[in-house]
């Protein structure tokens, strides 16, 4: 099937982004397998992992979240009108850019302060199983207070990568995360001697791994004549236009994060070292979904926001269509990857030093709950990407609500019989009612946009990684796996991940699936 110009050009953005996030990936498991290695999964790793993710709960609010999926389709805008009425764009733009990394600056310090001020408060909120272990509890207030500068860091960096973004410009933002990572395996084994519980070194790694994330975009961002500097015209109309979109955005991130929050209130009432077995199996989910999901929806957010200026709807369409296949064909094949190699996966990533085969049997048990709704979060993000670029962020908060209502039950369900196993597989379901959800409102608003390629692109990616699953399975099965030393098990896994993938694309060739060129020129990349 020719490739139109728009898919190649979403091709190329999520090739550069992927890969960025391949390297970025790679050492995130590095920084991973590092704190596992020197805290195992027990008392100082969950701490650090609900401080952490208290610390990030505001910058994701505030950052990532809604701020970049809200500002993105204003920038493009204001960028082309200017264009077309032959003005100064780079100028006005410059300005833009200078008022809001002021304005949030002041908000991001505020958040900042309050958060440590209140760090106590929010940890027995978050987390109140903590509060039955003095120590546990003191170390996690700790260490929030210590992490929380850090939404600063990364909120700017999220300004900074919408700006790149909008120019399509996705390499500097990708990559940037490779420093966050290499400030924490820094931190553990440098900064950490000099402390007497070395736990609190990480929080060193995180605050100058969030300084370095901006501050490496500053020479891109010089590049298309954008400059940081302080500017407090705060009465810019385009700063109106970006909160009025972001409130709601940032309410449904929110909802998002509670989910999360719901998990960790729920993990923090089980067996020492839940928080940590959640966490490290959803790391390794976010590895296909940062290399393609995250990749595709980040470079079809500027490519649908300029469709939707310029009033292209029927391009519009078939960049959605384009990108919900490629995230099918990607995303279906690593559920069933990841559910039939959670232990090997586990056991080769993290089993070493405090990692002991008791944590890796448990987080490769929530690894494979998880792995049931990766292709539901991949869809959604992109989803929601599609509402963000037509500056509807109310959609998306309502879904979300209506997928955390269902997360909430199926916890108090399931946590009682399957532990953390049952926190994972809710998470999962809930983000089900998320996707069909999506689809239905965004076909009320479109009618069709592609809805039976879609369905046959998806049944045929199911059929092959059904048959990939059954050749993988009796590999580890028959070639005696169980039997293997350490150092032996990652050489036969990353064997039988290649012959998966190879068994994957014969199969997909024998059913003409019409995604598999962009495979080809993705791995070709």
């Known amino acids: ?20 996030t391949v390297i970025s990936r790679v050492l995130g498991y590095a920084r991973d397998a590092c704190i596992a290695y020197v805290f195992g999964a027990g008392i100082y790793s969950d701490a650090f992992f609900v401080a952490f993710r208290i610390a ?40 833009l850019v200078a008022s809001v990394l002021t304005l949030f600056t002041l908000i991001l310090i505020v958040l900042s302060v309050l958060g440590i001020i209140f760090s106590k408060e929010l940890v027995w909120l978050m987390s109140p199983g903590f509060a039955s ?19 600063i860091f990364v909120g700017l960096m999220a300004i900074a990568m919408g700006v790149l973004n909008s120019f399509k410009h996705f390499a500097a933002p990708a990559i940037a995360p490779v420093f966050f990572n290499l400030s924490i395996i820094f931190a553990i084994f440098v900064i950490a001697p000099f402390f007497v519980k070395s736990v609190y070194a990480l929080s060193i790694g995180v605050l100058l791994g969030g300084l370095l994330q901006f501050v490496v975009q500053i020479p891109f961002l010089r590049k298309y004549g954008i400059s940081i500097r302080p500017l407090f015209k705060f009465s810019d109309p385009a700063i109106k236009k970006i909160l009025l979109l972001m409130l709601p955005a940032a309410f449904g991130v929110g909802v998002y994060q509670l989910n999360i929050f719901v998990t960790l209130w729920f ?108 292709v539901p979060v991949s869809a959604c993000r992109l989803l929601s990407a599609v509402f963000y670029s037509l500056k509807d962020t109310v959609t998306p908060v309502w879904m979300a609500l209506a997928s955390f209502v269902v997360n909430v039950i199926l916890c108090i369900l399931l946590a ?68 293997m030393g350490l150092a032996l098990k990652p050489v036969f896994i990353a064997f039988t991940v290649a012959i998966g993938v190879l068994t994957y694309i014969g199969t997909s060739r024998l059913f003409r699936s019409p995604e598999l060129p962009f495979l080809k020129t993705f791995l070709r990349k």
């Open 133 to 151: 272990d003095p120590e546990k509890f003191a170390v996690t207030v700790n260490l929030t207070k210590l992490m929380f500068p850090y939404m």
């Open 416 to 483: 009682p019989p399957l532990q953390y196993g049952g926190l994972a597989l809710a998470t999962s379901l809930s983000s089900f009612v998320n996707m069909f959800g999506l689809f239905i409102m965004l076909k009320r608003r479109f009618g069709t946009f592609g809805g039976r390629s879609i369905l046959a692109s998806a049944l045929k990616s199911s059929a092959a990684s059904l048959v990939t699953g059954v050749v993988v399975y009796v590999m580890v099965a028959k070639l005696g796996y169980a039997g």
């Open 56 to 95: 990030n709960l505001l910058r994701r609010l505030l950052g990532e979240g809604a701020l970049t999926s809200s500002f993105i389709p204003v920038f493009t805008q204001e960028r082309l009108a200017r264009d077309r009425h032959g003005a100064e764009p780079l100028q006005g733009a410059n300005a």
């Open 267 to 374: 993990a923090s009432k089980l067996e020492g070292g839940s928080v940590s077995y959640l966490y490290y199996a959803g790391r390794v989910m976010e590895l296909p979904i940062g290399v393609f999901s995250v990749a595709m929806a980040t470079a079809v957010l500027p490519s649908l926001s300029e469709h939707m200026a310029k009033g292209e709807w029927d391009a519009f369409k078939r960049s959605l269509a384009f990108a919900l296949r490629i995230v099918n064909f990607v995303t279906i094949p690593a559920t069933v990857g990841l559910m039939v190699l959670s232990f090997p996966i586990v056991e080769t990533l993290f089993r070493r030093g405090q990692f002991n085969l008791g944590a890796a049997s448990a987080t490769s048990a929530a690894l494979s709950f998880y792995a049931i709704g990766l």
């Open 1 to 20: 099937m020719p490739t139109t110009s728009h898919e190649h050009k979403i091709t190329k953005s999520a090739s550069v982004v992927g890969i960025a």
